[in-house]
């Protein structure tokens, strides 16, 4: 684990109208790190990633990656940073295989403007290896005729193949059973170790516990708390996410304790 | 998805698979309910028998060009409005923007000394369905309006056009050499040949050239058997077809121009990033969104794609028919090609479906047309089988469909 942040949030703010969605929250993910992002619902989680990916802008604040001053106007300048989020419903076509999802959208083709399956497909095929997925018995199987953990596997392949640096993920095991959860964590743990930083939102602590090497804790907005996951315990986490102090509640100045 | 037999190999493992293995997997989707061409070239063999029983000049050689014939303009529209469907989407205008086609070069072409040259004709004409196309494309996307409504909208507003063109004038006769020919005209048997053999040539080599790619790129490929079998089946099919029109008049031009057609058309959807795009929009509109698919330009693309196929399909029509009047791009031309599209396998839901169904499909609902009118039977009855065998067609797919559903493909 390096300590240059790949990215370094300060300060920054983002407002809906009335509601402070967040307030002055510092952040940062180094390489090779897993970084957990925790927090009830409303902590203003989904907010942040947003604002990460260029899908909403910040109001206020300075986002740093790889330590220079960047402006995100929209996702495409996330992407091109190397910034990719797998969301929740994993945004996968049914009706296409498995390679066919992993290049949707930025297809290569050869010199006729032709598809190039062969490139794509073995290129497909390196990520996954490389990733130690291997329950999929074909990358040329829609993806319909996935398990959920496949499903995840594929959306995260598919994320990671573009020489990103940072690599979001929005619930990755919400909605599986036992056995894909383990296979999501290991593959959530890989990445980690490949060198990409990771960001994972979950509200499971037990998973979180199991892959995170740090853990920022939002509430209501702002980041009440920083852990190491070795310096810390579940119930550190919990008091944190319910009632971790604020530095400000909206109309009145607090000093930080 | 069903038990599986054997632990799969790693993803890609790079190994050709015995032909027994391809068997073994092709039967596994069929039973879960991939059925692919089947059904359909099962129900042509049927309808073949049927008739051929109640008829004996059902399979003549002379009926066969017919059928060719007859199915042409249909099947160019079909082909168009698969692009619709395959979005998810519908068009209801396709019948009578045929019509506007069709009468469109009927009336440029009268040689009354102001008729255009014919090439130019064409241009016109195409391009006349293009604009109907993109501006269906445009008010679907940028305002928003179904495109069900918008084509209804479109299904009576260009049948006006088309009595607004006619006029007063009731009837127009094509009398355009080039136009009448497209329908009516036969290939010099020698040169058919050439053309099947040349056809087939050209698809041995394509894929043979993907399968050295594949191996080269050590990935699972086609066992050579099979492979084999494809390029024999094509050449065969290619083989009758031309052996038996020849003993007619011989293979229509039009019948080539379908074939075009249908290459060109199931490249773009196979092999171009437009194509990838529109099964991704299909399939999953906000995915295809997030991975940074233009989804509008997409979406109107494929409606232009549907209104000039709409537009050619009237033109082929109005060539077979050797005339154009008031009721042109009404009746069969609307729901025809919808219907054969959707017998083919084409999804109504989007995300489902080939070139080759459309064509396959054309022939199916053209082959019941025929026959039944072999056999003299009315309209009426003509209407209700066919409306049949469209029920028929869709409950197989929602069987099979629930089957994918059931093996976890759906």
């Given at each position: 684990m390096t300590d240059t942040p790949v990215l370094e949030l300060h300060g920054v703010s983002k407002r809906f109208g009335a509601v402070q969605a967040l307030f002055e929250v510092d952040f940062h993910v180094s390489n090779g790190e897993v970084m957990a992002l925790v927090g009830d619902n409303g902590a203003g989680k989904s907010t942040l990633i947003k604002c990460i990916a260029g899908i909403y802008p910040f109001d206020a604040g300075e986002v740093r990656f790889d330590g220079e001053t960047v402006h995100i106007h929209g996702p495409k300048d996330a992407a091109r940073l190397g910034i990719e989020v797998v969301y929740q419903d994993l945004a996968l076509c049914d009706n296409l295989d498995v390679v066919e999802n992993m290049y949707l959208g930025r297809e290569l083709v050869d010199?006729?403007?032709?598809?190039d399956e062969t490139t794509m497909e073995a290129r497909a095929q390196d990520t996954l290896r490389g990733l130690s997925v291997t329950t999929l018995s074909s990358v040329r199987q829609t993806v319909a005729g996935l398990s959920g953990g496949q499903r995840q596997s594929v959306a995260v392949a598919k994320a990671v193949?573009?020489?990103?640096k940072l690599v979001i993920l929005d619930e990755?095991?919400?909605?599986?059973g036992v056995a894909q959860t383990r296979q999501v964590l290991e593959l959530v743990k890989r990445l980690g170790e490949q060198g990409l930083a990771v960001i994972l939102i979950s509200h499971n602590l037990h998973d979180v516990f199991e892959v995170a090497d740090s853990i920022t804790v939002l509430r209501l907005g702002q980041n009440v708390a920083e852990f190491k996951r070795t310096e810390t315990n579940q119930q550190q986490v919990v008091e944190a996410i319910t009632a971790g102090k604020l530095s400000k509640v909206p109309g009145q100045q607090e000093a930080l304790a | 998805m069903t038990v599986v037999a054997e632990p799969p190999p790693a993803p890609g493992a790079p190994a050709r698979d015995t032909v027994s293995a391809y068997a073994r997997r092709w039967l596994t989707d069929v039973r879960s309910g991939e059925l692919g061409s089947l059904p359909i070239v099962v129900g042509l063999v049927v309808i073949a028998i049927v008739f051929q029983i109640q008829n004996d000049r059902f399979l003549t050689a002379s009926n066969f060009v017919n059928l060719i014939v007859q199915t042409a303009p249909y099947a160019v529209i079909a082909m168009g409005v698969t692009f619709a469907l395959l979005l998810g989407e519908i068009d209801l205008s396709i019948g009578f923007v045929s019509g506007v086609g069709g009468v469109m070069i009927a009336l440029l072409l009268i040689p009354d000394g102001n008729e255009l040259p014919t090439a130019v004709a064409f241009v016109v004409v195409l391009a006349a369905g293009l604009g109907i196309g993109v501006l269906h494309g445009l008010i679907i996307t940028k305002v928003g309006v179904p495109s069900f409504v918008v084509t209804l909208a479109g299904l009576l507003a260009w049948n006006g056009v088309v009595l607004l063109l006619i006029g007063s004038r009731g009837t127009v006769i094509l009398q355009n050499d080039f136009v009448i020919g497209l329908a009516n005209d036969f290939m010099a048997p020698g040169l058919a040949w050439i053309l099947a053999i040349a056809c087939t040539a050209l698809y041995a080599g394509v894929q043979l050239v993907r399968l050295r790619s594949r191996q080269k790129a050590g990935l699972a490929s086609d066992p050579l058997v099979i492979i084999g079998l494809r390029i024999a089946g094509l050449g065969l099919a290619l083989a009758i077809v031309v052996a038996v029109a020849n003993q007619d008049r011989g293979v229509p031009y039009v019948g080539i121009l379908v074939g075009g057609l249908l290459v060109c058309w199931s490249y773009v959807l196979n092999r171009t990033r437009f194509g990838r795009h529109v099964y991704a929009v299909g399939g999953n509109q906000e995915g295809a969104r997030r991975a940074g698919i233009n989804v509008d330009q997409v979406k109107i693309a494929c409606f232009a794609i549907v209104s000039v196929m709409a537009v050619l399909g009237g033109i082929i029509l109005a060539s077979r028919l050797r005339s154009v009047d008031t009721n042109t791009g009404g009746g069969q031309a609307l729901l025809y090609p919808i219907a054969a599209a959707v017998i083919g396998g084409t999804s109504l839901f989007g995300g489902r479906g080939t070139m080759k169904a459309a064509l396959l499909g054309a022939l199916v609902m053209i082959s019941i047309d025929n026959g039944l009118g072999l056999m003299g039977l009315s309209s009426g009855t003509k209407f209700v089988v066919t409306g049949g065998v469209l029920l028929l067609a869709v409950t197989v797919d929602s069987i099979s469909r629930r089957g994918r559903e059931h093996s976890g493909r759906a």
């Amino acid at each position: 684990m390096t300590d240059t942040p790949v990215l370094e949030l300060h300060g920054v703010s983002k407002r809906f109208g009335a509601v402070q969605a967040l307030f002055e929250v510092d952040f940062h993910v180094s390489n090779g790190e897993v970084m957990a992002l925790v927090g009830d619902n409303g902590a203003g989680k989904s907010t942040l990633i947003k604002c990460i990916a260029g899908i909403y802008p910040f109001d206020a604040g300075e986002v740093r990656f790889d330590g220079e001053t960047v402006h995100i106007h929209g996702p495409k300048d996330a992407a091109r940073l190397g910034i990719e989020v797998v969301y929740q419903d994993l945004a996968l076509c049914d009706n296409l295989d498995v390679v066919e999802n992993m290049y949707l959208g930025r297809e290569l083709v050869d010199g006729a403007r032709r598809l190039d399956e062969t490139t794509m497909e073995a290129r497909a095929q390196d990520t996954l290896r490389g990733l130690s997925v291997t329950t999929l018995s074909s990358v040329r199987q829609t993806v319909a005729g996935l398990s959920g953990g496949q499903r995840q596997s594929v959306a995260v392949a598919k994320a990671v193949m573009w020489n990103s640096k940072l690599v979001i993920l929005d619930e990755p095991t919400a909605a599986l059973g036992v056995a894909q959860t383990r296979q999501v964590l290991e593959l959530v743990k890989r990445l980690g170790e490949q060198g990409l930083a990771v960001i994972l939102i979950s509200h499971n602590l037990h998973d979180v516990f199991e892959v995170a090497d740090s853990i920022t804790v939002l509430r209501l907005g702002q980041n009440v708390a920083e852990f190491k996951r070795t310096e810390t315990n579940q119930q550190q986490v919990v008091e944190a996410i319910t009632a971790g102090k604020l530095s400000k509640v909206p109309g009145q100045q607090e000093a930080l304790a | 998805m069903t038990v599986v037999a054997e632990p799969p190999p790693a993803p890609g493992a790079p190994a050709r698979d015995t032909v027994s293995a391809y068997a073994r997997r092709w039967l596994t989707d069929v039973r879960s309910g991939e059925l692919g061409s089947l059904p359909i070239v099962v129900g042509l063999v049927v309808i073949a028998i049927v008739f051929q029983i109640q008829n004996d000049r059902f399979l003549t050689a002379s009926n066969f060009v017919n059928l060719i014939v007859q199915t042409a303009p249909y099947a160019v529209i079909a082909m168009g409005v698969t692009f619709a469907l395959l979005l998810g989407e519908i068009d209801l205008s396709i019948g009578f923007v045929s019509g506007v086609g069709g009468v469109m070069i009927a009336l440029l072409l009268i040689p009354d000394g102001n008729e255009l040259p014919t090439a130019v004709a064409f241009v016109v004409v195409l391009a006349a369905g293009l604009g109907i196309g993109v501006l269906h494309g445009l008010i679907i996307t940028k305002v928003g309006v179904p495109s069900f409504v918008v084509t209804l909208a479109g299904l009576l507003a260009w049948n006006g056009v088309v009595l607004l063109l006619i006029g007063s004038r009731g009837t127009v006769i094509l009398q355009n050499d080039f136009v009448i020919g497209l329908a009516n005209d036969f290939m010099a048997p020698g040169l058919a040949w050439i053309l099947a053999i040349a056809c087939t040539a050209l698809y041995a080599g394509v894929q043979l050239v993907r399968l050295r790619s594949r191996q080269k790129a050590g990935l699972a490929s086609d066992p050579l058997v099979i492979i084999g079998l494809r390029i024999a089946g094509l050449g065969l099919a290619l083989a009758i077809v031309v052996a038996v029109a020849n003993q007619d008049r011989g293979v229509p031009y039009v019948g080539i121009l379908v074939g075009g057609l249908l290459v060109c058309w199931s490249y773009v959807l196979n092999r171009t990033r437009f194509g990838r795009h529109v099964y991704a929009v299909g399939g999953n509109q906000e995915g295809a969104r997030r991975a940074g698919i233009n989804v509008d330009q997409v979406k109107i693309a494929c409606f232009a794609i549907v209104s000039v196929m709409a537009v050619l399909g009237g033109i082929i029509l109005a060539s077979r028919l050797r005339s154009v009047d008031t009721n042109t791009g009404g009746g069969q031309a609307l729901l025809y090609p919808i219907a054969a599209a959707v017998i083919g396998g084409t999804s109504l839901f989007g995300g489902r479906g080939t070139m080759k169904a459309a064509l396959l499909g054309a022939l199916v609902m053209i082959s019941i047309d025929n026959g039944l009118g072999l056999m003299g039977l009315s309209s009426g009855t003509k209407f209700v089988v066919t409306g049949g065998v469209l029920l028929l067609a869709v409950t197989v797919d929602s069987i099979s469909r629930r089957g994918r559903e059931h093996s976890g493909r759906a």
